[in-house]
């Protein structure tokens, strides 16, 4: 059973958090926030999404903040540094903002830019991080196989980790894969998994060697272990842009996983001017702990209030599509 509507809206708060650089088209990023017995969660689908898809993360507010959660095994989770699609020259002050992390996801594909972009910003992100740092690249699914093919060998040279949804679809995925295997890249499927209505095709197929996965778009802690579970693949646990409510739930979820073998991308915190709650990564990991909004950070950074009618709208209409 859900709880009623009242109980969501009786604590609910729109927040609107500015950001150092521009992510995914994200300049603010803004998000709901209420409070259930068990503690706080976020309801923040990105808003070009539709209800239909949105409802699934309002299914994991709900689940967050009204039932227990798995228990943890483990109390702090490595975290990677987040590198938006900006100029290689600001890499080091960027960087600077994760001291501590020993891996760090670069945005590549971007709308607008090149690969010689590409190519200077995760050769900026290996000078900075040395020969034993992580260096992950993802293209949020933007190149067909070719162009994905081309960029990963114009990549190589950096020893990269893993290459994240390089393109859209399963099946090139799965092409893609064999056509990489040579240089000793996996590949990591995030949409591929969290926007698919069947979230175990790309493990079928055999079209990536690891999962990104995410609380918030998959239904919450418990559905997203039931699918690593049944993909049989390692995991990354990411977060979806992502206040310090929102990676509370995203820590939980690593912290629960059988096994952990990458860091995750928890650290998003470091990428927002201000934030609601103080979640940022120390020495590279953050803590697996139920976070709690400050009072004066809520008021800060509250929505304006034709924001907040347009998200108290949002979340009246999902609500009625799951307790329907």
């Given at each position: 059973?859900?709880?009623?509507?009242?109980?969501l809206l009786?604590?609910?708060?729109v927040v609107?958090l500015?950001?150092?650089?521009?992510f995914?088209?994200?300049d603010?990023?803004?998000?709901?926030?209420?409070?259930?017995?068990?503690g706080?969660?976020?309801?923040?689908p990105?808003v070009?999404?539709d209800?239909?898809?949105a409802s699934?993360w309002?299914?994991?507010a709900i689940?967050?903040?009204?039932r227990?959660?798995?228990?943890p095994?483990?109390?702090?989770?490595?975290?990677n540094?987040?590198?938006?699609?900006?100029e290689?020259?600001?890499v080091?002050?960027l960087?600077?903002?994760f001291?501590?992390?020993?891996?760090a996801?670069?945005?590549?594909a971007?709308?607008?830019?090149t690969?010689?972009?590409?190519v200077?910003r995760?050769r900026?992100v290996?000078e900075v991080?040395g020969?034993?740092?992580?260096?992950?690249?993802?293209?949020?699914?933007?190149w067909?196989?070719?162009?994905a093919?081309?960029?990963?060998?114009?990549?190589?040279?950096?020893?990269?980790?893993?290459?994240?949804?390089?393109?859209?679809t399963?099946p090139?995925?799965a092409d893609?894969r064999?056509?990489?295997?040579y240089m000793?890249?996996p590949?990591a499927?995030d949409?591929s998994?969290r926007?698919?209505a069947?979230?175990?095709?790309?493990?079928?197929?055999g079209a990536?060697?690891l999962?990104?996965?995410?609380?918030?778009p998959?239904?919450?802690?418990?559905?997203a272990?039931?699918?690593?579970t049944?993909?049989?693949?390692?995991?990354v646990?990411s977060?979806?842009?992502?206040?310090?409510i929102?990676?509370?739930?995203g820590?939980?979820?690593?912290?629960?996983?059988?096994?952990?073998?990458?860091?995750?991308g928890?650290g998003t915190s470091s990428l927002?001017?201000d934030?609601?709650?103080?979640?940022?990564?120390?020495?590279?990991?953050?803590?697996v702990?139920?976070?709690?909004p400050?009072?004066?950070a809520?008021t800060?950074?509250?929505?304006?209030?034709e924001?907040?009618e347009w998200w108290i709208?949002?979340?009246?209409?999902c609500?009625?599509?799951?307790?329907?």
């Open positions: 059973m859900i709880p009623p509507l009242a109980d009786d604590s609910a708060r609107a500015p950001m150092h650089s521009r995914r088209g994200v603010v990023r803004e998000a709901l926030l209420f409070e259930g017995p068990e706080w969660a976020e309801f923040s990105f070009e999404y209800d239909a898809e699934t309002l299914a994991a689940d967050f903040a009204w227990p959660q798995p228990e095994l483990r109390t702090r989770i490595g975290v540094a987040t590198v938006p699609a900006i290689a020259a600001r080091p002050d960087l600077a903002r001291a501590g992390c020993r891996t996801k670069v945005k590549v971007e709308p607008g830019q690969l010689a972009d590409d200077a995760v900026a290996r991080m020969p034993e740092g992580r260096v992950r690249i993802d293209a949020n699914g933007a067909n196989v070719d162009e093919e081309h960029a990963v060998h114009a990549m190589s040279e950096y020893d990269l980790e893993y290459v994240e949804q390089p393109c859209a399963v090139e995925l893609l064999k056509r990489v295997k000793g890249i590949v499927a949409e998994v926007k698919s069947d979230p175990l095709a790309v493990a079928r197929a990536a060697d999962l990104v996965i995410k609380a918030q998959l239904g919450g802690v418990t559905h272990l039931q699918i690593v049944a993909a049989g693949l390692p995991v646990v977060s979806a842009l992502d206040t310090a929102g990676l509370s739930q820590a939980a979820l690593a912290a629960a996983l059988p096994n952990l073998d990458y860091d995750c928890l927002f001017l934030d609601v709650a103080d979640f940022r990564q120390v020495d590279g990991s953050v803590p702990e139920r976070v709690t400050d009072a004066a809520l800060r950074l509250a929505a304006a209030d924001r907040r709208a949002r979340l009246a209409r609500y009625d599509s799951i307790s329907s």
